[in-house]
C-alpha cells in the first residue's frame, strides 16, 4: 500500500497550455512544468494541430489524487506539449500529443512522480485507444493509481505490474458490460524504481532506450503474426488472418489489449516485461503510440531526440517528424533525459527555466474532465 505521508505530489493535468506552471508540492518544495506552443514550419502540421483535442495527465498520487495545478489554454495552438524536471536536476520529462490526420484523438499519456518510503517512484504510460477513446482513457484515470496499490508494489514489481494490468484489464470490461461498446487499448509503461526501470507492454505501442546512443527497445509489438503470439491464440481456439494486415479474427490488427471484450480470450492484457539497471551509458528513454513508431525507426528516434537538450523540445521534434512522414495516426510520445552527474542542473529553478524570456509565470488550477 501506498503511505500517504511519503508520497510528494506532483499533478499536471495534460491540456495544459501555461507557458510556465509552479506546482507545490506537499512538502512546501516545488516543481515547475514549461509549457510552450510551438510554430512548425510545416503548413500542414499546423492546420492539424490546430484541431487538436488534448487527452492526457500529468499527475501525483498522495492518498486519495490531489489535483493542486491551474490550467491556461493558449488558443493560438491547441496541442499538448510540455516538460518537468526533478528538484536535483538528474531526470527530465517532455511529453507531445495531437490528433494529427485522424478525425478523433484516442492517444492518451501519463505520467507521475511520488516516494514512498523513501524511494523516488516515477512512472510513466501511453495508452492507445482503438474503437473509440474509453479504454485508453480508464487506463489513465485508474492503471498507475492500482498499481501503487498493490501490496507488493516495491517488493516484486513484475509481479505487481503483471496482476495490476490483468486486473484493470477485468475492471474495465466490468465497468462497461452494460453498453454496446467494444473499445480497447494498447499500454506501454516504464517504471522507474530509484534507478531501476520496468517496461511492460500490451499492445503495438513502444518503449525503447538509448544507451551510448545506440537505440535499444524494451518492449515488442503484441503482432498477430509474431510466431508465438500466433501459436497462443490459435491454442486458445482463435484464428489469425490476413485482412489488409495480420489480424485476430480478420478483425484486430494487434495480439493483446485491454478490453475488446469480444475478442477474450484470444486478445489478453498480460503484459511482457523486461526490467534494466539505470547506468551512465542510458541518457534517453521513449515511449511512443504506434503513430510514430509506423513511420519512425528505433534509431532514427534516438538520433532525433538527441539533437535537443530540453526532452519536451525532443518530443515535439519526434511527433512531427512523424507527420511530416506521413504517419496517418493520432501521434502521442514522451521523452525522458537523464542527467548523470550534471552539475548544471543541480538547481531545480534553473533547470526548469528553459526559455526565460518566453516564459511566464502562472498559478492555476484545472478544470475538471468532462
Not at 29 to 52: A, C, D, H, P, T
Request: charged share 30%; proline share 2%; glycine share 8%.
Amino acid at each position: 500500500m501506498v503511505c500517504s505521508s511519503c508520497v510528494r505530489s506532483l499533478v499536471i493535468q495534460a491540456g495544459t497550455f501555461a507557458k510556465r506552471v509552479k506546482i507545490n508540492s506537499i512538502g512546501g518544495r516545488s516543481l515547475q512544468q514549461v509549457s510552450r506552443i510551438s510554430y512548425w514550419s510545416n503548413r500542414e502540421f499546423k492546420k492539424i494541430i490546430g484541431m487538436m483535442v488534448d487527452t492526457g495527465s500529468m499527475s501525483s498520487r498522495d492518498g486519495p489524487l490531489l489535483d493542486n495545478t491551474i490550467t491556461e489554454k493558449d488558443d493560438d495552438g491547441q496541442f499538448a506539449s510540455g516538460g518537468w524536471k526533478s528538484e536535483d536536476g538528474r531526470l527530465g520529462c517532455g511529453y507531445s500529443s495531437f490528433r494529427g490526420k485522424r478525425a478523433t484523438m484516442e492517444d492518451f499519456y501519463d505520467i507521475k512522480t511520488s516516494k514512498i518510503g523513501g524511494r523516488s517512484i516515477c512512472l510513466f504510460g501511453i495508452f492507445d485507444g482503438h474503437g473509440g477513446s474509453r479504454a485508453a482513457e480508464y487506463l489513465k484515470d485508474h492503471l498507475f493509481d492500482n498499481l501503487m496499490k498493490h501490496p507488493k508494489f516495491l517488493a516484486d514489481a513484475k509481479l505487481a505490474l503483471s496482476e495490476t494490468y490483468q486486473q484493470t484489464d477485468a475492471d474495465f470490461l466490468n465497468a462497461e458490460k452494460d453498453t454496446f461498446r467494444d473499445d480497447g487499448s494498447t499500454a506501454s509503461t516504464a517504471i522507474l524504481v530509484d534507478n531501476h526501470l520496468y517496461v511492460a507492454n500490451v499492445g503495438d505501442s513502444r518503449t525503447i532506450i538509448s544507451k551510448a546512443g545506440k537505440a535499444i527497445a524494451l518492449s515488442e509489438d503484441h503482432k498477430p503474426n509474431r510466431s508465438d503470439e500466433r501459436k497462443r491464440i490459435e491454442n486458445a481456439g482463435g484464428i489469425v488472418m490476413w485482412a489488409g494486415t495480420w489480424r485476430v479474427g480478420g478483425v484486430l490488427a494487434m495480439s493483446r489489449a485491454f478490453g475488446n471484450r469480444m475478442l477474450k480470450p484470444f486478445v489478453v492484457a498480460e503484459p511482457e516485461i523486461q526490467d534494466q539497471e539505470i547506468d551512465e551509458q542510458i541518457d534517453l528513454l521513449i515511449l511512443a503510440s504506434d503513430g510514430l513508431w509506423d513511420v519512425v525507426q528505433n534509431d532514427d528516434a534516438v538520433s532525433l531526440a538527441r539533437t535537443e537538450e530540453e526532452p519536451e523540445a525532443a518530443a515535439r521534434k519526434l511527433t512531427e517528424a512523424a507527420f511530416s512522414r506521413g504517419s496517418a495516426d493520432n501521434i502521442t510520445c514522451i521523452v525522458v533525459r537523464f542527467h548523470h552527474n550534471n552539475a548544471d542542473l543541480t538547481n531545480p529553478d534553473k533547470a526548469d527555466l528553459t526559455n526565460p524570456d518566453k516564459a511566464e509565470s502562472a498559478s492555476v488550477e484545472h478544470e475538471p474532465e468532462k
